[in-house]
């Protein structure tokens, strides 16, 4: 039993008013998620989108339901297109949604980019297109898989992921399997391979400039200390960008203060620290290199109190030194987005969990699908000021999801009650009881047993 007219699709009507307002279906044109014949891009990206909120894996809804309209090789063959572009689609899609929410905030509120890293693990695949052992942080120990380089944008109150890349390794001996040599060097998908192989910091900045030549005008750039690097904060000051970022204690780094060359700990020691249990403990001016003309660039460090160990001290670094130092500390504050965000995609909307394509270009296409599904969450937050979590939203969208399968179930059996009696003539009793046998036959199995006890 196949219903003829697959609606687009099992999707909440909130997510259908999401896709109608921010006219998907143009932005996937836009970036060359298209097909020639068969089902429409929309109608696969609805069906994947609306996946997780089904609460049954990809096989269950393609062979049990049997109301999908496609198999199972349609699915992978749109996923594994390296002719889509999907950076494109995430930042068309994201800065269509930040112009509205910035529309309808105060000016007086600061927005800031933020990049970060996180582990995409495949620890399980050993045959995934260049995936290569990397360094799990929370687990101290190498996995196989890639670093999720994200960029995002937040306000304080709204997260939303602009652009990402799925880094692999330069070093060949890191990279458990090569690149597919058969894609098309024409191709967005060879080109993210190409993208794979870079260093992080050499990818951060073209992920910074794509995004503002989408038309993204924030100019504060929030990271962590992993990037926290004289060159990485030179070259973002090139950009205009204004750099806040927490700072390692490394005895290779050195700041120029008072003509000498200091490393942080050394620094913090030449500092008159302020009385009593105040959170900001001190603050300076330093010089952390020059730029492209030769001319010596500034920077303010800002010391504050380690909440989890009182007598520690944490530094941050911020390129505008005229900023207020609780202000670099506020606006640093906000880097703390990204995590949610990072835990929200991996425990909720199932990142690298849900579908296991070996291809570089199915991994791409499926986070980029997570990435929109965490939008859609953002604008729905947003939009009805709500003060439930993310995860509480996600489940209530679940059980909505539920609803309409439900609902689906009586239309088939309405359906079919009407193509019952149509092939009956009505005004007598007999050919009634006759109907309604024909109907009961018509029913499945498992509901004809239940039915019978």
């Known amino acids: 039993m196949v219903r003829e007219n697959p609606s687009p699709n099992q999707l909440p009507a909130s997510a259908l008013t999401f896709f109608s307002e921010y006219r998907l279906a143009s932005i996937l044109s836009k970036s060359r998620i298209t097909k020639k014949a068969g089902v429409p891009a929309l109608r696969l990206f609805q069906f994947l989108f609306a996946l997780v909120f089904s609460g049954r894996d990809l096989s269950w809804n393609l062979e049990k339901e049997r109301n999908a309209g496609f198999k199972k090789d349609t699915v992978y063959r749109f996923l594994n297109a390296s002719t889509h572009n999907w950076r494109r689609f995430l930042l068309l899609l994201g ?97 993210r391979r190409r993208e794979s192989m870079s260093k992080a910091t050499v990818t951060l900045f073209e992920l910074l400039e794509q995004a503002q030549a989408m038309g993204i005008q924030t100019r504060v750039l929030l990271f962590d200390s992993w990037f926290a690097f004289p060159s990485t904060i030179l070259r973002a000051v090139q950009h205009k960008m204004t750099v806040i970022c927490m700072l390692k204690a490394l005895k290779t780094l050195h700041y120029l203060y008072d003509g000498k060359k200091v490393t942080l700990p050394q620094l913090y020691g030449l500092l008159t620290k302020r009385r009593g249990r105040a959170k900001i403990l001190a603050s300076v001016v330093v010089g952390i290199g020059n730029d492209e003309n030769g001319n010596e660039v500034q920077a303010k460090i800002v010391f504050v109190r380690d909440r989890q160990r009182s007598k520690q001290w944490l530094a941050l670094l911020c390129t505008d030194i005229t900023m207020a130092d609780e202000e670099v500390v506020r606006l640093y504050g906000k880097r703390w987005d990204i995590e949610v965000f990072f835990k929200m995609v991996k425990s909720h909307l199932r990142l690298a969990k849900e579908l296991q394509g070996r291809s570089y270009d199915s991994m791409i296409a499926h986070t980029s699908i997570v990435f929109a599904r965490y939008i859609y969450l953002a604008v729905e937050t947003r939009n009805e000021q709500d003060l439930r979590t993310f995860g509480q939203l996600f489940l209530e969208l679940c059980d909505e999801m539920s609803d309409v399968r439900y609902v689906d179930i009586i239309q088939i059996l309405l359906s079919l009650l009407s193509q019952a009696m149509e092939q009956t003539t009505d005004g007598h009793v007999t050919i009634l009881q006759e109907a309604l046998q024909h109907f009961l036959a018509c029913l499945p199995s498992t509901i004809k047993a239940r039915l019978a006890a």
């Open 95 to 191: 800065s269509a949604v930040i112009a509205r929410m910035k529309a309808l905030t105060s000016e007086d509120r600061v927005d800031v980019l933020i990049v970060d890293d996180s582990l995409y693990s495949r620890n399980r695949s050993k045959k995934v297109e260049l995936s290569a052992r990397v360094f799990d942080h929370a687990a101290h120990r190498f996995v196989k898989g890639f670093r999720m380089l994200t960029l995002g944008w937040s306000d304080g109150n709204s997260f939303v992921p602009l652009a990402f890349s799925l880094l692999s390794s330069e070093k060949v001996e890191n990279r458990i399997q090569e690149a597919n040599p058969s894609v098309n060097r024409r191709t967005s998908g060879y080109h």
